[in-house]
T-cell receptor, first 111, second 112 residues
Framework: DQQVKQNSPSLSVQEGRISILNCDYT??????FLWYKKYPAEGPTFLIS?????DKNEDGRFTVFLNKSAKHLSLHIVPSQPGDSAVYFC??????????FGAGTILRVKS | KAGVTQTPRYLIKTRGQQVTLSCSPI?????VSWYQQTPGQGLQFLFE???????NKGNFPGRFSGRQFSNSRSEMNVSTLELGDSALYLC???????????FGPGTRLTVL
């Protein structure tokens, strides 16, 4: 039962352009959503989170949008940089610290 | 602040053995969670400890156990290792109620 889905295994973007990573979920009890970035042989790095009572949260080049009616969230990276190339994981939690992760999307930013 | 540290970074064991992994959280963080990452199943939650008590548990067999000490450091133990236990084991720490969890570099366990 995949409660959090990232349907795009990979995404390729030109440097300076916008990267949009998508995530869908099925559990209406999720109250927080998070995005993590992961490089090989390292642990995931926290990027940004959003509460279920909000629809947008910004932090520098990263913006997360939440559409509760569609059970969909997205991460926008503007402008994309080569150092952003990594695996991006969407995660969700329901009233606690148990994170449910998506399968990840590989982002490649071409210079 | 120092980040989450995990030891050892790499471990090779044989089937039937047991293993103990260690995690030191970020200073001031009292919640420690453990996750398993495999190519087939992705990142899966094992359990969470807060104030030396298991607060949440994932869907893993009883061979997987953990504990937390009074200084918030945590250990996880896997007994009777199976080939399928080969994975990257990640520890994450957070404040009492996240949501952000901060991960360590992981312990790569290989079971032969």
């Amino acid at each position: 039962d995949q409660q959090v889905k990232q349907n795009s295994p990979s995404l390729s973007v030109q440097e300076g352009r916008i990267s949009i990573l998508n995530c869908d979920y099925t559990n209406s009890m999720f109250d927080y959503f998070l995005w993590y970035k992961k490089y090989p042989a390292e642990g995931p790095t926290f990027l940004i989170s959003i509460s279920s009572i909000k629809d947008k949260n910004e932090d520098g080049r990263f913006t997360v949008f939440l559409n509760k009616s569609a059970k969909h969230l997205s991460l926008h990276i503007v402008p994309s940089q080569p150092g952003d190339s990594a695996v991006y994981f969407c995660a969700a939690s329901a009233y606690g610290n148990k994170l449910v992760f998506g399968a990840g999307t590989i982002l490649r930013v071409k210079s | 602040k120092a980040g989450v540290t995990q030891t050892p970074r790499y471990l090779i064991k044989t089937r039937g053995q047991q293993v103990t992994l260690s995690c030191s959280p970020i200073s001031g963080h009292r919640s420690v969670s453990w996750y398993q990452q495999t190519p087939g199943q992705g990142l899966q939650f094992l359990f969470e400890y807060f104030s030396e008590t298991q607060r949440n548990k994932g869907n893993f067999p009883g061979r997987f156990s953990g504990r937390q000490f009074s200084n918030s450091r945590s250990e996880m133990n896997v007994s009777t290792l199976e080939l399928g236990d080969s994975a990257l084991y990640l520890c994450a720490s957070s404040l009492e109620k996240g949501p952000a969890q901060y991960f360590g570099p992981g312990t790569r366990l290989t079971v032969l």
